[in-house]
Structure formats: structure tokens, C-alpha cells
């Protein structure tokens, strides 16, 4: 039972991407002092524009990226060993009025690659390595008393995972938590923090 509410936890990568717009595409707006990295970033990849580009590397449209959204890209190197080459001239892509990330993941699909967010930036990898690399992000945790989905809704906020828990377990998401962690994997808090919220759920059943 401890570990029902984990497994009924979707943890799914939210392909968030950058601005990879042409000009005609408005500017991000700039972040506002001690504004949350996150957020800004967020803020880029909804930005509504045109995308056009004929014939340009993959490297080329993270130059791009980089330089309108001010947003760190990192490809994972895994993806270079299914022949890959991010040199080559192989992306021709062009829509209007589209949000940056929606366009982006138009242009990564013929290559089977996804983006997402991350504390680090933006990253492109394959789901199953995107999944990975989102759940395997250091965090911390310190909880006392606070409600089970306020808690996983913080660390998706903070870290980029889309972390979503099921419906039919509200009476769990509200399940008051006391945890700290210090800098563990994502996956494991998340994991700890169901573990204690099942145990609580199930010992107030008891009790009423």
C-alpha cells in the first residue's frame, strides 16, 4: 500500500522549448529582478512568433535559441551514437504564430528527440532520456505540515517534470507532510514524499 500513491504518480517530460524564432519574432521580455530562472524561462517558451528555417544544423538553431531566449541548451551526447550529427544541414521548419516550444518540438520530431526543461536549461535528448535526466535532478526538500500536491506542485515548479498526481487520489494530496531531504534525486522525493503522504492517508482511515 506504501507504495501505491508512487506508482499512480505520473512523472512525465513537458517539452518545453526555447525561443527558436526568426526575426520576426517578438523579443522575450526581460526577467524582473530575483524573478525564479524557471519562470523566466517558461515565460521565453511561450512567447508567440514566426519560425522559419531552411536547410540549418541543429547546432545553428541552438545558436539561435541561445542568443533570443537566453536560455542554456545542452544536447545529450547519448543521441550522437544513433548516428546523429548536429552539424549537419538537416532541419527545414517554418510556421507562424506558433509558441516557441510547440515549434521547437515540430522541428525535433523527424529526429525522434524531445526538450524540456531543467534547473540547468533547456535539454534535448530522447523521451526516455529526457524522462531521465528530469528525474534525475539533485533537489531539496523541507516540509513540515505542508499539503502532499503543494509539495510535488513546488519541486515541478522548481525544476521543470511535469509531476501529476491522479485524480482519484485527492484525499491523499491533501495529506499534510513533515520531510527533509538534502540534495537527493527528484524521483526519490517525490517517492518519499507519496510513501509518507500513503502512510498518513491510511492511518487517518484508521483512526475515523
Known amino acids: 500500500m506504501r507504495r501505491t500513491?508512487?506508482?499512480m504518480i505520473a512523472a512525465a517530460v513537458l517539452?518545453?522549448?526555447?525561443?527558436?524564432?526568426?526575426?520576426?519574432?517578438?523579443?522575450?521580455?526581460?526577467?524582473?529582478?530575483?524573478?525564479?530562472?524557471?519562470?523566466?524561462?517558461?515565460?521565453?517558451?511561450?512567447?508567440?512568433?514566426?519560425?522559419?528555417?531552411?536547410?540549418?544544423?541543429l547546432n545553428e538553431v541552438i545558436g539561435d535559441i541561445?542568443?533570443?531566449?537566453?536560455?542554456?541548451?545542452?544536447?545529450?551526447?547519448?543521441?550522437?551514437?544513433?548516428?546523429?550529427?548536429?552539424?549537419?544541414?538537416?532541419?527545414?521548419?517554418?510556421?507562424?504564430?506558433?509558441?516557441?516550444k510547440d515549434g521547437l518540438r515540430q522541428a525535433l520530431a523527424p529526429f525522434n528527440l524531445k526538450c524540456g526543461l531543467t534547473k540547468d536549461g533547456l535539454y534535448i535528448s530522447t523521451e526516455e532520456g529526457l524522462t531521465t535526466k528530469q528525474l534525475r535532478q539533485r533537489v531539496s526538500v523541507d516540509c513540515d505540515g505542508t499539503a502532499f500536491g503543494a509539495a510535488v506542485k513546488q519541486l515541478a515548479a522548481d525544476t521543470g517534470a511535469n509531476l501529476v498526481i491522479d485524480p482519484r487520489l485527492k484525499d491523499k494530496a491533501n495529506a499534510a507532510v513533515t520531510l527533509k531531504l538534502d540534495d537527493v534525486p527528484l524521483e526519490t522525493a517525490v517517492r518519499l514524499l507519496a510513501e509518507v503522504a500513503d502512510h498518513l492517508a491510511g492511518w487517518m482511515s484508521r483512526a475515523g
Not at 531566449?69 to 507562424?96: C, E, H, L, M, R
Open 66 to 100: 541561445k542568443d533570443k531566449a537566453k536560455v542554456d541548451v545542452t544536447i545529450d551526447p547519448t543521441v550522437y551514437q544513433f548516428g546523429f550529427d548536429p552539424n549537419q544541414p538537416s532541419i527545414t521548419f517554418a510556421a507562424k504564430g506558433v509558441k516557441l
Open 15 to 57: 517539452a518545453a522549448a526555447p525561443t527558436a524564432a526568426h526575426a520576426a519574432a517578438p523579443a522575450p521580455v526581460a526577467p524582473a529582478k530575483n524573478a525564479n530562472p524557471m519562470d523566466a524561462a517558461r515565460r521565453a517558451l511561450d512567447e508567440v512568433g514566426d519560425m522559419s528555417y531552411q536547410g540549418k544544423s
Open 5 to 7: 500513491l508512487c506508482r
